[in-house]
T-cell receptor, first 115, second 115 residues
Framework: AQTVTQSQPEMSVQEAETVTLSCTYDTSESDYYLFWYKQPPSRQMILVIR??????QNATENRFSVNFQKAAKSFSLKISDSQLGDAAMYFC????????????FGTGTSLTVIP | EAGVAQSPRYKIIEKRQSVAFWCNPISGHATLYWYQQILGQGPKLLIQ????????DSQLPKDRFSAERLKGVDSTLKIQPAKLEDSAVYLC?????????????FGPGTRLTVL
């Protein structure tokens, strides 16, 4: 089975600063999707950003961007100009056509934003 | 557009009791997923439906867990009898089509505590 690894259980960032969350994955597939989800305390998980493996260009959504390194199987999330509302658990997820459409999630990174 | 609805939000039961969770996906979404999220871990897929048919239930502990999706809309997940290790958040998600490229939209989850 595919594995997704988030090696940073906890991270903190000063408000207005930039933080990068790491994610690595293991796969032998060439076509797959990667996702970053945000799960605020006691609230539902929402999609932050997604990346198709065939696209070389890194995805960007406002203050959120990814650094996708396909050869290294790395998919990090950069949050610029961090805001208090960014505090949450962040999960990296992987899917491909052979996984039956299920997502494989990492163990998450808890992000604290310091005022 | 209404999101994925789940109820109840919280449930506390004694071990060996039964419990049921309900999920209403986003209107028009063909695929529905149930995940189990144990504290400190990422969500793990239990079962997925396409319309009212089961696509994958390979990770569902069928001796105690059951799920159905009548008429291809709402879904119910049941645990009977519950064990201490079933304490977790049960997440329901839906996606528009049956494709690994589709974003999954998550509900708020049901937090189950088994005493």
């Amino acid at each position: 089975a595919q594995t997704v690894t988030q090696s940073q259980p906890e991270m903190s960032v000063q408000e207005a600063e930039t933080v990068t969350l790491s994610c690595t994955y293991d796969t032998s597939e060439s076509d797959y999707y990667l996702f970053w989800y945000k799960q605020p305390p006691s609230r539902q998980m929402i999609l932050v950003i997604r990346q198709e493996a065939y696209k070389q260009q890194n995805a960007t959504e406002n203050r959120f961007s990814v650094n996708f390194q396909k050869a290294a199987k790395s998919f990090s999330l950069k949050i610029s100009d961090s805001q208090l509302g960014d505090a949450a658990m962040y999960f990296c997820a992987y899917s491909d056509s052979n996984t039956g459409n299920q997502f494989y999630f990492g163990t998450g990174t808890s992000l604290t934003v310091i005022p | 557009e209404a999101g994925v609805a789940q109820s109840p939000r919280y449930k506390i039961i004694e071990k060996r009791q039964s419990v049921a969770f309900w999920c209403n996906p986003i209107s028009g979404h063909a695929t529905l997923y149930w995940y189990q999220q144990i504290l400190g871990q990422g969500p793990k897929l239990l079962i997925q439906f396409q319309n009212n048919g089961v696509v994958d239930d390979s990770q569902l502990p069928k001796d105690r867990f059951s799920a159905e999706r009548l008429k291809g809309v709402d879904s119910t997940l049941k645990i009977q009898p519950a064990k201490l290790e079933d304490s977790a958040v049960y997440l329901c998600a839906s996606s528009l089509e049956f494709s690994f490229t589709d974003t999954q939209y998550f509900g708020p989850g049901t937090r189950l505590t088994v005493l």
